[in-house]
């Protein structure tokens, strides 16, 4: 469960064949289908930078060929490429992002986002009925994760991204991630989806208007418009928004059931039932004393878990089975939750009843790691002090919480870190 918010730009979604690219591109131009963004264009680098990237292109060359690009694919997507070293400034230099669930949802789910998302639905109402009858994904939820990923496809991003992923490969931090990406962004443009000039996207690899990367698009992009393209790319989103649902329904979609739905717990809960490992149906629940925030019994909409993603202080949420399947686009339990209540705003439901601990903060790194670092040396080992509250860190919260007689909510709060203190 991810308490405190770490936001990535990284959507786990993807690409496949296109058209072989003829010219170089390494030089920012035009693109020639009507895309309303220039093309970021790639600085110079030093000249013996740019020769070891060649270098290395050329030791590369076989694991692609090995891997099914042919040397024409290889020759056109390559010729002329450059060395990016702006993906590599993004790369190793990315900012804290250390926001808090509801500063997140803040700007996730602003009054302007759902009312442009409400505006995507009435102008592309015929498109997204189609797609909904087809995969049985929601159209509010399509449109949520469009608007989560591109600003309604606004912010599709300009970077080029062949030369990217292979300066990425090359001199990243995640080399094999990224050289996997690479090789799958040379399949999309050998089945002739898109060509090199035109397959861009941000500095990471996502592309689109739903922000697909190449492993994901080859598993799930869909040709819904019947042109022989699976073209997330265009001014026309009818691919990218038909790929997203065919995502969401081979990651175990149950239209009709809610993400999740928010919830009063009772007095006296216990809070070792909290969390993603505990299941119950909303009948079980309720003969535990959890209830609608209407104060009725939750619908059985089949197994639940109870979600506090800000900790006993706020909202609690019953998630479903939906929730997991949103997660494997994005398994930022932020990042759900922010479509989850963006498509539900888009039905016209309103926003959480119980208020948010406005007056908490998150904690930097530094504390976080030094949480971490407390905890274990109490015995509570969280496995590294990294700085990163992941399962591990949230056990050992737990435990730490219940030996003090803390309701134990996993979250890593300011108020936990200066008790240890």
């Known amino acids: 469960m991810i308490r405190v918010v770490k936001i990535a730009t990284l959507s786990l979604v993807a690409l496949a064949g296109l058209s072989a690219c003829a010219g170089p591109i390494g030089r920012a131009e035009q693109p020639k289908r009507g895309e309303s963004q220039m093309i970021e264009e790639i600085p110079t680098v030093d000249p013996a930078v740019q020769r070891g990237f060649e270098n290395w292109l050329v030791t590369f060359k076989p694991r692609a060929l090995a891997s099914g690009i042919s040397e024409t694919t290889w020759a056109n997507a390559t010729r002329g490429i450059r060395y990016n070293p702006k993906v590599i400034e993004r790369d190793r230099n990315q900012a804290e992002f250390t926001k808090t669930i509801w500063q997140y949802l803040d700007s996730a789910v602003s009054d302007t986002r759902i009312e442009n998302g409400r505006a995507a639905l009435r102008e592309h109402a015929a498109l997204l009925n189609q797609i909904e009858a087809r995969y049985g994904v929601e159209k509010e939820v399509v449109v949520a994760v469009w608007g989560m990923e591109s600003n309604f496809g606004n912010n599709r991003g300009k970077v080029l991204i062949v030369p990217a992923l292979a300066t990425l490969a090359y001199d990243g931090r995640r080399g094999n991630f990224f050289a996997q990406q690479f090789i799958d962004a040379l399949k999309i443009i050998q089945a002739g989806d898109t060509d090199a000039r035109h397959m861009t996207g941000s500095w990471a690899g996502a592309m689109g208007h739903t922000q697909f990367i190449p492993s994901s698009y080859l598993s799930f992009a869909v040709d819904f418009t019947g042109d022989g393209k699976r073209d997330i790319w265009s001014d026309n989103p009818a691919d990218a928004l038909a790929s997203t649902a065919a995502y969401l329904a081979r990651s ?170």
Request: glycine letters at 14%; zero cysteines; hydrophobic letters at 35%.
């Open 252 to 421: 175990g979609w149950s239209k009709g059931q809610p993400w999740g739905v928010e919830v009063r717990l009772p007095q006296g809960f216990n809070y070792n039932l909290a969390g993603k490992k505990t299941k119950k149906s909303p009948s079980d629940w309720a003969a535990l004393g959890v209830r609608g925030v209407n104060g009725g019994t939750v619908p059985n909409y089949g197994p639940a878990s109870i979600l506090l993603p800000a900790g006993a202080g706020g909202p609690a949420l019953m998630i479903f089975g939906n929730f997991t399947a949103i997660s494997r686009y994005n398994n930022a339990d932020a990042y759900v939750i922010g479509v989850g209540h963006l498509s539900d705003r888009l039905k016209g439901a309103g926003p959480f009843v119980h208020p948010w601990p406005r007056d908490a903060r998150s904690l930097t790194q530094a504390e976080r790691s030094e949480l971490q670092t407390r905890l274990t040396a109490l015995g509570y080992d969280t496995q590294g002090t990294d700085g990163m509250i992941g399962a591990n860190s949230i056990a050992a919260i737990e435990a730490y919480q219940r030996a003090n007689g803390l309701a134990p909510d996993g979250y890593a709060s300011l108020s936990l870190l200066e008790r240890l203190r």
